[in-house]
């Protein structure tokens, strides 16, 4: 195997230098790998480096090879040799004197290019990353140490072994039995003590003793290498300022050995070798190049180096950033004639005078005596694609822009009356159909200031957007609307506005017990407590709204209110005494529309009129109502009402009404003709009321009479509303005047309360009713027009209306808890009417009206709920409804005698038969197999509990407008089919004392275990 | 003829509407419906009414004999669905033989329940159905048959066989209530009212309309009939008769009412004064005098509001079939 070793050398002071390394003892990387340790050939001893190489390899590549992963050094790199100052190298073949061949090749160096180079063996021996590192250290010995140097090292005075365990085993002896320490001890002692002759050859065959002159190297100055600095052309370099210093090496061709040749600069100074340097420490004077260059051997060189400022950014008042274009800082001003300029100030390293020399500006206005700022006006606003911009170069160069946008202060209503409820909240009324403007306020207002402009409602571009002037906001909620400048993506303004639609107030008057005088003024009179009638008489005002809705109504805020919290369009206004009120009523912020009301005291009797009072009221129209109390049943209470007398009266709608009043002179006057009008304010359905007048003008009186006045009967000023109307109670408002007087000479001097139902038609004679169908009962009217108050429409809503009274939990007529229907209250003592509750129960209408109650309740079977349906059927001018009876069909089951109402339980086994009696009756809240236990709920009229069977039952049927079976006993709804109703009223058939009980229509029985029959002409429903 | 003539006796009285003196000399009693109603086990209602005589107290001296003898109970065991007070009307001979009706309550309306009875004790009851029926009477016919005169609810008053209870029921008329009476010869007496027009609602008075009087033929029914006790509206009536004439007795608005008509319809008012209170339910029988001659018994019931009775009272009155009562005893 080849050897080949490196010769490396320098001229010395006395002797030449030779590089030597000292190996180590112990190799702990091998092939660039971590190892545990091995012992390599000449352990310890300094040699040159070098080794054995392949047969085929050529010595010098090898050579080349090793020393780079011995040393980390490599020997033919153009640089490493200018460094290093290494001159040509000379290939030596020796042999031994046992004629053994070995390579060497030897290398010159300068002697600082040998220090410098041995310095970057050891500055590489430390890295750990260095491949196969057989050295401890390099050396550059002259000639004669390093010959003593080189050869056997001796053994510690412990011995090789104390060594192994101390360097490899890291001082723990590995152990009696281990056999690696004494082949290490082996190997270690043999290493050591290899021999060092072909290095000693080497050295004294090529190395000659004593000092040597460096040979004149024939180099010439081909060219500078520049570092640190960019190249901006031929031979001519940028660098910044601020930065590590320029490097310059002069390049010789071909590279100098030994000494390196004298180099002369100017421009730089040198530093080491070949090279000199040029300090970044202050720009070159305006921007122009410094020269720097080298002259060796008659030869020179140059470059062109400028220094530059660093450009380290704008600083900008008067705009913000809002983003980058194209990577130019992008600001954005709010436009201004009078404000302060966009000033840019730039910034430089260094910053002075001598760095902004350099710059070269674009875009802007120069500021005086400043060479860093620049202005930008805010004077015009700018298209957002065309922003002005500013450049500040020294090659490169920086740059920024403004964008100059118009100034958005506020949201203008236009096209709506509008006022500000607090803040930036806003009303503004309501218009059918209509439309108002929202319009940003701008500064300038000019087409270009819009461009920026982005609503929320998606609309961008625009100064202007509508919004509708409907429907009604809820009260307090105001829809917010908000306009952004927008430029670029940042939005740099926005104002926003909350807009609640309100509505107008058209008027507020009174529609209740209070008059217009001459004046067309309000007034009213202190009634309360008056006239027998109670405290708190109040006249209704009524706010008319646009829209005139619900909705509408919640806005109103009122003065003077007699009822706060309430969200409708009525006040009332009590007549408690005589007083100006100032009821007021506006929508949100809007003026206020007052409607005074002077109330005056009653009977301030005009000068020399009579004093009179109501003595008698003949009524005519409409029909008399039938008294129900046991003596007087069926008697007609009349037309004729006195003072005291509770004289209940019924017309059919939109008819009229006639009066004919007596007047009692109280005291006489003396002779001066009165007229008199009574006026009747009748509430209805909706909470208005339908005013009538009755007027008796120019009623003779002669001076000191106290004859009884009895003017004519009259009609009132218009007819009866075209609507049912429980008017329970009406009262008819007497005034007077002196005849010839004006609407302010009125005074008012009694005060009448009347019982007037009026029906949606005549009264026809109802199905099977007491008395041959005659329906005018007092009972009868009020339920049904209560029940039916206001309708107006047709025979179908009429009957559901009246049916409602009737209803139980699905209409939340009856009250859950005590089954009580408040409304089945008779007429003339107040005693509620029930089911079932006392046996024997009345079986008819007459005596359910009129019975003496027991208990305040007066007991009722289904035939007089049935026939008091009718009645109220009958009463409006309904006369098809029919009294129908319910009973076991014979025909299904000659043994039964009952059926059984809904609501009960088969417990099975037996499964409940469609057809046979299979269950007894068990006990109650019992689930004992065979029998069938009843649930209460099934809730009748003002009874939780009514009877869990019957042997026959009476409902209501009719055929006018489609079947419809209704239960009144029970209120339960309406249905249109006889098979529907045995579903929802029946469980099944019941016969026997202890009954047994099955037919179950659950398990399918047929629905017609039930044979509903219309009494008056026998014939089967069903 | 003043009212203190006529000496009312009165005791209390436990139950309900109707009252009706039954039987014959010294069988005559006092029945009420006592109403037992029973709850089983498994909550079921069993009702059953029975009638009962009432011990007369202090009236006996107005009702009885001295002779007398207490009558026996009559168990007429109906299931009624419902607990309730129906009407029922009774008639016994002396040996305690006769016949019962009674409303079977439906809930809606009612059916009737006969029965005959044979020394005290009831048969089997036979039902009558298809309409409402109220104010069940019987009469009892020459040949000691009964019939039961009823309110039928679609038909006015009729007529029902007890021997033939499927058969249709007979109608007399378009009455509200009627009693057929024998008085002999060959004839009856028809007490009835008439529905009227204006009806329940009587304009004066719920309920209630003059009682006429119409004889004729026995198994006649009289076309129309003569007002009696001055057309008084009259709420509810009783009569009993002898070959002498017929007493009545009745209730309205305007107090009691009683009077002798003889057979040919001449009629005698009597002033029987009018306890105080809500009455009802009157009753009226003749017993004999002793000398050849009948008085009449009345009982009418005070009612308290809630329509149970408290009280019945007793009066007898002379009644010797002429149009002259003999003086109070």
Redesign the interface.
Known sequence: MPFVYLLAHAPGDVEQLVLLGQRVFIQTWAGSKKIRGQIPDHAGQWVLPGGAHGKDQDPAMALRAMVLAETGMRLDDPVARTNYDIGEPKLHRLEDRDYNPFTVVEYPFSASGLRRFADAIDGNIQKLSMQDCLFAKAGIPRRTEALEKLGPVLPPQSGWQTFIVKNFYGGTPPGPFNTEVDTLTAQITASTKQSGAWFEQAIEELIPEGSVEPPVSKSKLVGLRVEGATSTGMDAYQAQYGGTAVRVTALFDPPPVGEMPAITWSGATQSAGATAEVALDRVTAKGRPRTVKAESGGDSRQIALTIIPELVGFDVENAKKIGEKEQVPLYAAVYSEEGPDVVVTLKLRPNNSEAFEAVIWEGGSPVSGNPAKRTISRGTVVDPKSPVRIKASVNPEIEMAVIVYAHLTGIEIRNAPSRQVAGTNYSIDYQAGAQATLRGVLTPDRPQSYLYLNWDTGEQHTRDITINRHPISAPGVFTNHTVTQTIGDENVENVSIGIEVVPTVQSLGYESFAFRDNTNAWYSYAISNQFGLPNHIPAQAIAVTDPDTAPAWQHLVWANDSAPGRTDNRRLVYLDGAAAVQLQARSNSANPVAAPLTIKNVQQWPVGTPQIDVRRITFSGGRSV?RED??????AYGRVWQPGQTVPQTYTRNTNVGLQPVFRVNTAGTGIAIDVRATLFLPLADGSFHTMIWSWNNIASANGATADLAPAAANANVTLPNQVVHGDPVRFLWEMRATGGHDGNWTLFDVTSHQIYLTYADPANGDRL???G?SNYWTVLKLSCAAADGQAGNAAQLKAAIYSAFAQFAGGGLDPASGDNPGALRAWDNARMTY?T????Q?????ML??????GTISC???AWAELLIAMFAAHGEATPRKV???PNAAVSGAA??FMVSNWTFHAPPPASANAYTH?????ATAVAG?ATWGSGVVAQNNQTP?E??????IVYDTAGGLAFYDPSYGSPVVNTAAAYVTAASAGLSR????QLGFSVAAGAANNILKLRR??V?HDLN | MPDASIKWETISFDGYAPARLAGAGGTLNLYKGVISETS?????E?VEVTLKAVPPGRAASVISDAEATSGVDIAIGF?Q??????DWDLSLDESGNGAAVMQ??????N?LLYVTIAKGVASDPVRFAG??FSAPRLFRQLDGSYRILARG??DGLVSIDPARPTAEPTWIGAWRSALSLDIGGGESAWLFQEIS???????V???AAPVLLGIGPTGKVPGAGDDILGGAPIFEFAAASSHEGVLVFATG?GGIHAAAIDVHGAETQIAVGTPPG?LSSPSVALLSDGQGSFDGVLTVLHLK???SAEGVSFARVPFAGSASPAPAA
């Open positions: 039938l046991g003596v007087n049943f069926g008697n007491p008395g041959g005659a079932w006392r046996r024997p129960p079986q008819r209408l007459n005596t009129s019975a003496a109650p027991a208990g079977a289904c035939g009876s319910v009973e005698t009952g007894d009756r068990g006990a109650p029998t009877p069977r019957f042997g026959n039952h009476f026997g004392a202890n009954p009494l008056t026998l | 089983s086990d498994d909550g079921a069993e299931e669905v419902f607990v309730s007070a129906p079977l309550f439906g809930g809606a309306w059916d309409q409402d609810d679609l027009d204006v009806g329940p609602l009587s304009p008075g719920i309920g608005p809500i509001e809630n329509l």
